[in-house]
């Protein structure tokens, strides 16, 4: 690899090419903000559509909402898509888009450095053309919360002799007939994996041993394809399909007061849980085993009718002992029983509360994101902008996330508000804009007040919404629409702000 790299100017530098780097690109372009690069380590468009490969991915929340609103879809097949129809879907966009000549895949960024005398992040990127240095006026890192496996830290995992692999990074090139498989993790994609590993196995007579660690509540899903009608209806009858969307989003809405507020409702979906356990399971202990003692909704609500009755199957184990260790053949539990195992798969979930691409990131003040959010919880003024790193822009950052409907609807409400920055720079022609530290602090303090009661903080359970410091910095607290009401002009009071410093550099102003 070149030591010299080659170096670049650009006005925006986006990180990620999944939905949310991929809609900063389209509503760049949009705006006439033209000249912006993606840099994407994958090797396509999608993000964790095109990553995650598992057998039985799908979208657990309805394709009419997971999608974009400005890119409605007729022809999804299913009310809850599979993976690579979603993936497709962002490949269409973004080819329709126009703005693939701007996207740089199979590259990383390794570096990205605030640097205030050029008033411009130095970023470093490896990819196929060596390394390249850009120099970006903004940086907007859509990297995705759920990017990065966390693997699970158990003695002797290092030496099995077998094939592991993480759900997220799922390997094809394992046949798994007749093999023993062992998944460690009971989560949102364990419960669409392990259906379909044990139809795979019963037909092979191969055998699956699902550790649990902690159950999950989960809920019937209304699940079917739509009929060549609905699509047709959905592709030619003005507003059809946005009345669906809307209906879908109201509905998702409806339940935010028993997730924020009053979290005892939540007695209702522990009810419906309950019954789609006793439906598929008999045996006593198993429906003991499976069934939680924490509120609903403290966890993610997962929604299957297919992960009980993978359970109760006859080449199905559940195994609730606690891992103890992991030998060169096998699993061995805190009570001493060893089973052997060929196939380890791990749906142990990410790094969340402590994203990867925070380490990579330094500040006007040379410390860097990890560091920053390592002293007190990640947090961002409105989710999105950050004290002390000037012109960046989070998308899907501190307390964004939601529990309970699309983050695609998140994500363009933080695009908006991206496009109104870039466009309010330009028409003030600042250099620079970076929250006020008081500004910060108080959408913070707002953020925890209003994630108290909620059940999100208040279940009972540990969850990966949780910080070290046993806070939700994950979850948005309320109604989407009151985030995007936040969010929906860029408010450059809240800002200390830089002209662009040409010919002479000048000093920092306060707006
Ligand atoms: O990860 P998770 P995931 N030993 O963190 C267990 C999205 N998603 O990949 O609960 C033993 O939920 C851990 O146990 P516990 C969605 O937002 C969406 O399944 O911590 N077990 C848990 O059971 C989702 O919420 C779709 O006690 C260990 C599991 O591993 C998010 O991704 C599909 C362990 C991890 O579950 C993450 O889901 C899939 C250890 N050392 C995912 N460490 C859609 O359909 C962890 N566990 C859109």
Redesign the pocket.
Known sequence: MSATPSRRNVDHLVVGAGFAGLAAAIKLDEAGERDFVVVEKDSDVGGTWHI?TYPG?????PSQLYSYSFALNPDWSKVYSPQQEIWAYTRRVAEESGTLDRFVFDTAVVDARWDDEQQRWVVRTEGPNGVVEYAARTLISGSGG?SEP?L???EGIDGFQGEVFH??RWNHDVDLAGKRVAV???????I?LVPELQKLLAESGGHVDV????P?WVIPRNERSFTAIEKAVFRHVPGAQRALRTLVYGTLEARVPAFARFPQAMAAVELQAKRNIARAIKDPELRRKVTPTYRAGC??ILISNKWYPALAADNVDLVTDP?AKVTGNAVVTADGTERPVDVLVV????YVTEPPIAQHITGRDGRTLADVWDDGGMAAYKGTTIHGFPNLFQIVGPNTALGHSSMIFIIESQVRYVVEAARAMRRSALAVVEPKQSAQDAWTAQVRRKMKPTVWQTGGC?S?YLDKFGNNTTLWPGQTFTFRQHLRSFDLDKYDVEPVRAPQPREKVSS
């Open positions: 995650n991915a799908e979208c657990d929340v759920l966390r699970p830290d158990i759900s997220a460690i993790g009971t989560g949102a994609s364990a669409q550790y649990q660690r902690t999950n966890k993610r891992i749906a142990t979930g990410f540990a990966w």
